[in-house]
């Protein structure tokens, strides 16, 4: 069993920043592919930021620049850092973890960019 857990979620204005942070429940976090998912209302959930468990990372076209994921092995966790933040980067942020054909998914956490 593994379980995610996000935080750090909240209402920041336009051009802030948030520090969304996943702590993952099973020592074999480092071998796990991270990623960070958004859903907005009436939208698909998608793809963020992912780093893989060798520490390569990929981006959203769109948050390219502004957003860096990390890892840190010893402490189980991820982090996604949003800069320059945007009204529609408001969505519903999802910590996810990958391995082999497990997918595992954290309950989210609110992020609104609003004025």
């Known amino acids: 069993q593994v379980q995610l857990v996000e935080s750090g979620g909240g209402l920041v204005q336009p051009g802030g920043s948030l520090r969304l942070s996943c702590a993952c429940s099973r020592s074999i976090f480092s071998l796990f592919h991270m990623g960070w998912y958004r859903q907005a209302p009436g939208n698909q959930r998608e793809l963020v930021a992912a780093i893989t468990s060798g520490g390569s990372t990929n981006y959203a076209e769109s948050v390219k620049g502004r957003f860096t994921i990390s890892r840190d092995n010893a402490k189980n966790t991820v982090a996604l850092q949003m800069n320059s933040l945007k009204p529609e980067d408001t969505a519903v942020y999802y910590c996810?973890?990958?391995?082999?054909?497990?997918?595992?998914w954290g309950q989210g956490t609110q992020v609104t960019v609003s004025s």
């Open positions: 996810n973890a990958k391995l082999g054909l497990s997918d595992y």
